[in-house]
């Protein structure tokens, strides 16, 4: 069993909606969350940065962390067709552990 | 500001051979950490390096290795390559080594033969 799991997708939603990305993880261990987002052939950049139990902000985005379920979620609120792209949950204690992916397409 | 850098963009090799991957990390920043992203997959871990010294390893054998150098840029080596090495390699760099805020370059695409 990996240490993250995160389906894959791909995920297509109209654009607008709004979005649900989820990851599990079986460390409890993990103090530290964090949501990468990836665009085709670059390197991933950091979207949301959390290491508690609750919900951060910023923007569009919404950081949830539920440790006692070991299940975090990203929610993209009004998603654009430049949120296309993959999407990366990390997490760890002294490094980071990286689920695989979601690839996210949103249709104009 | 300038942001994490990486050099060659793209690479192609044979088998076998050896291929020399570098980094420049931020501004500010004296941790430096690489890995490895398949096709399709999450960035694996491979090692960190804080002020020149190897911080911590991933499951890679040791002929992966790195080095870092005083103004904390930092190279990755890796010796009789195969062909499942081909792949995306990833650099981040962050301000501290219990900073796991890292921020990443584009990467290097590498193409084993």
């Known amino acids: 069993q990996k240490e993250v799991e995160q389906d894959p997708g791909p995920l297509s939603v109209p654009e607008g909606a709004i979005v649900s990305l989820n990851c599990t993880y079986s460390n409890s261990a993990f103090q530290y969350f964090m949501w990468y987002r990836q665009y085709s052939r670059k390197g991933p950049e950091l979207l949301m940065y959390?290491?508690?139990?609750g919900n951060k902000e910023d923007g569009r985005f919404t950081a949830q962390v539920d440790k006692s379920s070991k299940y975090i979620s990203l929610f993209i609120r009004d998603s654009q067709p430049s949120d296309s792209a993959t999407y990366l949950c990390?997490?760890?204690?002294?490094?980071?552990?990286f689920g695989a992916g979601t690839i996210l397409r949103v249709k104009s | 500001e300038t942001g994490v850098t990486q050099s060659p963009t793209h690479l192609i090799k044979t088998r076998g051979q050896q291929v020399t991957l570098r980094c420049s990390s931020q501004s500010g920043h004296n941790t430096v950490s690489w890995y490895q992203q398949a096709l399709g997959q999450g960035p694996q871990f491979i090692f960190q390096?804080?002020?020149?010294?190897?911080?911590g390893r991933g499951n890679f054998p040791p002929r992966f290795s790195g080095l870092q150098f005083p103004n904390y840029s930092s190279e990755l080596n890796v010796n009789a390559l195969e062909l499942d090495d081909s792949a995306l390699y990833l650099c981040?760099?962050?301000?501290?080594?219990?900073?796991?805020?890292?921020?990443f370059g584009p990467g290097t695409r590498l193409t084993v033969l």
């Open positions: 959390t290491y508690s139990s």
């Open positions: 981040a760099s962050s301000a501290d080594r219990g900073n796991l805020e890292q921020f």
């Open positions: 990390a997490m760890g204690g002294n490094k980071l552990v």
């Open positions: 390096y804080y002020r020149e010294e190897e911080n």
